[in-house]
C-alpha cells in the first residue's frame, strides 16, 4: 500500500504532480481574485442565466447555484449538453465555460446562443472558446493558469469554481463580500496541512468501497465535485445524494445490494436547524442499515469559506484514493479513448 505521507512515493505515482495542482487551490482563488479586479466587466440584469460547461468546466455551475440559491434574482440553469433550452433568448444571459476552450458541446451552445440573441459571456484558458469571446468582443475571463503544473484542466478547479463566482460577482449578479473572500482563501492556506490529515485519515477507509457523499443546502455543487473527483482521479464508482430529498426515497434503498456503500456527509454548522436534525436522523436510518458512515465538518466562518474548504478536502481525498489503489492520478484512459473514437 503506497503511503501517503511518503513524497517519494508519491511522486512515481503521479510524474504530472497532480498533488502540486492540488497544493495549489488557494493561488488559484488568489490569482483569480486578483486578475478580475483588472477586468471592465459589464453589470448586467438578465431575466434568466444558463451556464454552458462539461465535467470539471461546469464545476462553477454547480457552486453558484448551491451557494447563492437564496440570494439570486435570476434563475441558474446548468447546461451539459449540445443544446440550450428553448427558453433562452435576448432576455438570456449564456455563460460558456470550458478550461481548455475546445469542448465541443460548449462550443455547439456558443453558436446557438448567438442564434437566439442571446447575451453572451464566458470563462476559459483560450483554445476555440477563447478565440470566439475574444472576436465577439463578448464579457470574459481567459486566464493564464500559473498554478496549475499539472496541466490538466480538471486540477485547475479555483480557475473554473472561484473564476465563475469571482465573473458574476463583478457582472452584479452575486454578492461576494472581499473581506470574506479573503478569509477564505486564507482558510485554504493555513488549514491545508489539516485538510490532508483528514482526507488521509478517510481514504482508506473508501478503499474498495463505494461512497456515497451525503450533503444540503450551499454544499451541494461541493457533493456534485467531489464525486466526480473521485470518479476521475481515483477511478472509483461514487455517487451522492442531497438532503433534504433523499429522505423521500433514498432511505428505503439501503436494503438491496448495498455492502460495499460507505456514506460519507459533508457536515455544516452553518447548515438550516431542520437540514441539521435531518442528518441525525438519516445517520441514525442509515447505521440501522448496517452501513458505515465517515464525516467531514466543513471548516470558516463563512459559506464561502466552507465551500472552498470541502473543495479542498474532496480533492485531495480523490488523489490519495487514486495513490491507494496504485493509479497515476493525471491519467484519464477512457475519457480520452471515447473522445478519440467520437472523432472517427
Known amino acids: 500500500m503506497t503511503d501517503l505521507n511518503n513524497l517519494d512515493e ?3 505515482l503521479d510524474p504530472k504532480n497532480v498533488y502540486g495542482s492540488t497544493e495549489m487551490l488557494a493561488q488559484q482563488c488568489e490569482q483569480v481574485w486578483e486578475d478580475i479586479k483588472k477586468l471592465n466587466l459589464p453589470k448586467v440584469e438578465p431575466k434568466n442565466i444558463v451556464i454552458c460547461g462539461m465535467g470539471g468546466s461546469s464545476y462553477g455551475g454547480h457552486v453558484l447555484k448551491s451557494l447563492f440559491q437564496d440570494s439570486l434574482k435570476a434563475p441558474v440553469f446548468v447546461v451539459n449538453d449540445y443544446h440550450l433550452p428553448a427558453f433562452a433568448d435576448s432576455s438570456t444571459l449564456v455563460f460558456l465555460t470550458s478550461y481548455s476552450g475546445t469542448t465541443e458541446e460548449t462550443l455547439s451552445c456558443s453558436r446557438e446562443a ?26 470574459n475571463y481567459t486566464f493564464l493558469a500559473k498554478f496549475n503544473p499539472s496541466g490538466q484542466p480538471r486540477l485547475g478547479t479555483g480557475y473554473i469554481v472561484f473564476g465563475t463566482l469571482a465573473v458574476f460577482n463583478e457582472m452584479g449578479l452575486i454578492k461576494l463580500e472581499e473581506t470574506e473572500v479573503l478569509d477564505a482563501i ?3 492556506k493555513t488549514g491545508i496541512e489539516n485538510v490532508k490529515d483528514e482526507a488521509k485519515k478517510l481514504a482508506p477507509l473508501l478503499q474498495n468501497k463505494i461512497p456515497l457523499l451525503i450533503a444540503a443546502e450551499f ?3 461541493n457533493a456534485h465535485i467531489a464525486r466526480n473527483q473521485l470518479n476521475e482521479t481515483a477511478k472509483s464508482f461514487s455517487d451522492f445524494a442531497v438532503l433534504p430529498e433523499l429522505n423521500h426515497h433514498l432511505m428505503e434503498g439501503l436494503k438491496y ?3 460495499d456503500i460507505v456514506a460519507l456527509f459533508l457536515n455544516s454548522g452553518l447548515y438550516s436547524d431542520k437540514i441539521k436534525k435531518r442528518a441525525i436522523l438519516t445517520k441514525d436510518v442509515i447505521q440501522k442499515n448496517g452501513l458505515n458512515i465517515l464525516e467531514f465538518n466543513a471548516k470558516g466562518d463563512s459559506k464561502i469559506g466552507q465551500v472552498l474548504n470541502v473543495l479542498s478536502f474532496g480533492a485531495f481525498l480523490s488523489l490519495y484514493l487514486s495513490l491507494l489503489y496504485e493509479e497515476n492520478p493525471s491519467l484519464i484512459p477512457w475519457v480520452d479513448y471515447f473522445k478519440e473514437q467520437l472523432k472517427k
Do not use: M
Open 257 to 259: 445490494p448495498t455492502k
Open 186 to 188: 486564507n482558510l485554504l
Open 219 to 221: 454544499l451541494e455543487g
Open 114 to 139: 448567438i442564434q437566439k440573441n442571446c447575451a453572451i459571456a464566458g470563462l476559459t484558458s483560450g483554445g476555440n472558446l477563447g478565440e470566439f469571446l475574444r472576436n465577439g468582443n463578448y464579457p
Open 10 to 12: 508519491i511522486k512515481k
